[in-house]
């Protein structure tokens, strides 16, 4: 066909290979066939919503839409103001990606913006082909469910846009009309459903999750020597909660040892919870505040009634935002909680914070053998923050890094920090039905990675986010990389950590010299 | 004859903006912002956000990270109307204060710029794929009318001058309610007839970006959602929620 001639065309010059940032002609209809499974009525009915598609939709969707623009000022404002100047139209990494014009955030916002104006406005109402105005018809919908899932809610456009139009606010309220009526995505919502039914996105019940950690246990005091304890549903000061990746995906399980370790080292009574055992908020993804309350307030829960001081999320991006920016909202107060540590806490915070006093000991020339860079998340670098200035989620990670690996380059600044590209698997797009658009959606962070293995040498990629490392470990082989040269942030920590009593420490300590590491951790920072 | 149209015009142009715009923005202040997400990094502060939305406002400093060329052609724009504005102040009040005298010769020349500026900006709709795209009708048409308005307005600062005294005796005349004939010069029809045209539009179109940016919550909210606690306004308190049972007790 002529239209895939003219993308394929579009995508594989010399400097759109290259350019992390190279923007495409657009070429019509070009990423129209990506489309995920959508979710049986089951599911849907489970999260509250219709199973099927009633007979007047239209009315439900658009009351809907009327009822969302009384909710969120966002929706109601980012509606109105946009002034078409265009300055967004080339930061979308699935823009870039597909060259489909429909992904530039503007014009995915109008795709519900026409809609608004034709029922809601006058001139919309009067002169609807004046302002772009259409009604609201099947092949409309069919348009939302495609381009609606073709946003991973990165927010890189609001930094953009001079009035911070924020697409990720009209694609979470157009997959809620959507949602609203009986149409919904698979991968989203049965795991919403999971989360309701067991407590984690995985599906993992209570008995294999303490099995799994049983096991980990026995891996630490193989590698260490040190009986490095995971308690799971005991009382403790320290309510985890991690991703539930992080309980055996890779490398994820990998960052989950070196909090283990973390925890140990500081010697801090901590454990983790099967009812609570899920730092992912899917419901965040779909918009819907019920939903995304319904699975905080779990965290609640099991915060009293294991009668914890402080509650610390583990590395996961949008899980963080759910945490940072909704967690105290949604499923708050936490007044009961110690009130000298924010709520909720990071773990990089947290390790951070013993770094710098000083009590973490390491070996920084276990991580020699790798060159690292450090991929921003984009929920974390542009919906939340890490310690008490604005920014600290940029320099938090980079300093754990740097303080247990000799080796480390950003890369270009217009990819990293607030600039960051999405790795193409977040806001809920991780799933296979979806992999063309993964793979095109997280080549412009591949092109930056190449980038800066040309020019230092580097050969992994250190991220925090559990969606984040299990898309680059499926998209990074395509891209001439391993599926293990993404890491973890507190793989790395693990690696280094000289745990009191080790057999590191006995070998480190023989040969004396290297005593003073974790000072020069500090200094390093 | 012409007279009576252009202040009845006026007057409805006048309420219209007035009315539209207060509704429009009564809609926003009164529409909750439920959760805390400014885009980050952001102030911490209320002094921090004051800051950030002045460098937003004045600068545009997110569209200066964004796009040069829509930057330039937007401060020529936007700096050169405000000039305008300013200028224009001496019709409606008497004595002029001296500030606005000062201003003048500034405004004079902002006219130019400003229209530039509107150039600049239809160019890139009708240059740039991606801009043309997401264009409708009614974006070229406002381009295309303050780009007329500032045309007909230079004409007659520059080519042929009208009856400016005439102009301004017929607005002090409309506020005080004691008509005064209005100059029938071409230009001062097509100029008043167009700036009626803007201001009926106003409320109506996506000019409530102007009001509507000091509302955006990505822009001017304080980072705090952990510091302070912002319940959702139309959820039920946290104490009547029902917890969801683990699986073995169902
Ligand atoms: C708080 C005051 C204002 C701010 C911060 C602001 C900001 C902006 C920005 C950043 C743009 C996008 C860049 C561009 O396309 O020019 C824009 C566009 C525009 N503004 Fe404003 N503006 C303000 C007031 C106004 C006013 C009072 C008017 C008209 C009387 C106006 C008319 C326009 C028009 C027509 C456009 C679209 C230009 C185009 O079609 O490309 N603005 N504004
Ligand atoms: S940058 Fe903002 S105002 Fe400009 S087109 Fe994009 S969404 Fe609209
Ligand atoms: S939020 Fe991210 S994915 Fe969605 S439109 Fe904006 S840039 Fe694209
Ligand atoms: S998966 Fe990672 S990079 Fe992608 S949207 Fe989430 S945080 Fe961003």
Redesign the pocket.
Known sequence: MAEEEKVVEELTTQEALTDPLYVPEPVDGAAAHIKSFPAAPEFQEKLGYPGERPDNWQEVALNKMQDLRGKFRSFRLFLDIC???G?CTDKCHYFMGTADPKNMPVARADLIRSVYRRYFTLPGKWFPSLVGARELTEEVLDEWYTYYFQCSECRRCSVYC??GIDTAEITMAAREILDSVGVGMKYTNEIIGKVYDIGNNLGLQAPALKATMEDLEEEIEEDTGVKVRIPVDEPADILLIPPSADFFAEPHIDGFIGYAKVFHAAGVKWTISTYASEAANFAMFIGSYENMRRIAQRIRREAIRLGVKRIIIGECGHAWRAAYQFLNTLAGPFDFLDPNYPVPQHICEFTWDLIQEGKLRFDKSQNDHLTLTFHDSCNVARASRMGKYPGGQFDIPRNIIKAVCNNYYDMPEDTIKEATLCCGGGGGLLTDDLMELRKKGGSPRMKALKQVTEEYGVNKMAAICAICKTQFSKIMPYNGYAMDDIMSVHQLVSNAIVLPGSEQEAELDGTADESGDSEQAKEDA | MITVLYALLYYVAFIVFAAGVAYRVWGYWKTPAPAVIPTTPAPVTRTGVVWRMFK??AF?ES?WKSNKW?WI??MM??LS?WLILIRHARYFVQPVPTLITLAQPFGKYAGIFFVLGGLG??A??ILVSRVRYISSPS?YL??LM?ILIGFSGLMMTFVNKPDVVGVKAFFLGLMTFNWQPLPTDFGVLVHLGLVAL?LII?PFS??V???G??FSPTRNMVDNPREKFHPVPWLPSIDEVVYDEPPGKK
């Open positions: 002034v078409k100047c300055a001079p009035y | 937003e406002v545009f569209l829509i052609f937007a724009f936007h109307l900006l239809f890139r709709r974006d406002m381009l303050f803007f106003f996506k000019l970006h102007a009001p940016v000091f």
